[in-house]
C-alpha cells in the first residue's frame, strides 16, 4: 500500500528566508508525487508534480521539488519565502494513472515571521 | 472556465440524517474523485466515478455512496450520520493527469 509521511507538522520561517518541506513516499513502483497548498478554509492548489524525467521540478508560485528515488523523497523547496506562503502543504502519491486516487501526507503548516 | 464547484458550501446535520454533495467538474473533465478531509489532517480519497461507474474505492464503509451523471457531475451521499463524519468534503476532476479540486463542502454532524 502507498504511503506519504510529512514529518514536519508545523514550521516557522522569517520572510526572506529559504524554505524545506520534507515528504518520503512509499510506493512499489514509480510514483506520481504531487504537492498541494490549502489557504484556511479553501481548497487544494496544485504546486508542482512529478511523472517522469527530469527529477527537479519547477512549479507555480517560486516553488521547486527534488524527486529522489534512492531516499524515497520529493521535498519541497523555495529560496525566499514570502508572507503570503502561509498556508498548509500537502504531499501527495498517486498510483498508475496520474488520474488515480491519491495518497496524501498530513501536511505541514508553514508559519511566516515577518 | 469556472474550474470544480461544489455544493453547498456548509451545512449542518444531525446525527442518524442523510446528506447529499455535490460537484460539477472542471469544463471537459469526465473523471471525478471525492475525498474525505478531517480537521488537522490530510485529505483521504473515498472514491473515483468514471463513465458513471465507480472505478476505485478508498477504505471507507458502504454509508457512502456516489452517483455520476452523464454530463459528468457527480454526487456524495453519506447515510446514518455519525459525529466523526465532521469533515470537508473535496471534490476532484480529471481528465488525464491532475487532479483539480473544488473549494469543498464543510460537514458538520451534531
Known amino acids: 500500500a502507498q504511503s506519504v509521511t510529512q514529518p514536519d507538522i508545523h514550521i516557522t520561517v522569517s520572510e526572506g528566508a529559504s524554505l524545506e518541506l520534507r515528504c518520503n513516499y512509499s510506493?512499489?513502483?514509480?510514483?506520481?508525487l504531487f504537492w498541494y497548498v490549502q489557504s484556511p478554509g479553501q481548497g487544494l492548489q496544485l504546486l508542482l508534480k512529478y511523472f517522469s524525467g527530469d527529477t527537479l521540478v519547477q512549479g507555480i508560485k517560486g516553488f521547486e521539488a527534488e524527486f529522489k528515488r534512492s531516499q524515497s523523497s520529493f521535498n519541497l523547496r523555495k529560496p525566499s519565502v514570502h508572507w503570503s506562503d502561509a498556508a498548509e502543504y500537502f504531499c501527495a502519491v498517486g498510483a498508475g494513472n496520474a488520474g488515480n486516487m491519491l495518497t496524501f501526507g498530513g501536511g505541514t503548516r508553514l508559519m511566516v515571521k515577518p | 472556465d469556472a474550474g470544480v464547484t461544489q455544493s453547498p458550501t456548509h451545512l449542518i446535520k444531525t446525527r442518524g440524517q442523510q446528506v447529499t454533495l455535490r460537484c460539477s467538474p472542471k469544463?471537459?473533465?469526465?473523471?471525478v474523485s471525492w475525498y474525505q478531509q478531517a480537521l488537522g489532517q490530510g485529505p483521504q480519497f473515498i472514491f473515483q466515478y468514471y463513465e458513471e461507474e465507480e472505478r476505485q474505492r478508498g477504505n471507507f464503509p458502504d454509508r457512502f455512496s456516489g452517483h455520476q451523471f452523464p454530463n459528468y457531475s457527480s454526487e456524495l451521499n453519506v447515510n446514518a450520520l455519525l459525529l466523526g463524519d465532521s469533515a470537508l468534503y473535496l471534490c476532484?476532476?480529471?481528465?488525464?493527469?491532475?487532479?483539480?479540486f473544488g473549494p469543498g463542502t464543510r460537514l458538520t454532524v451534531t
Open positions: 469544463s471537459g473533465h469526465d473523471t
Open positions: 510506493y512499489g513502483a514509480t510514483p506520481y
Open positions: 476532484a476532476s480529471s481528465l488525464w493527469g491532475e487532479q483539480y
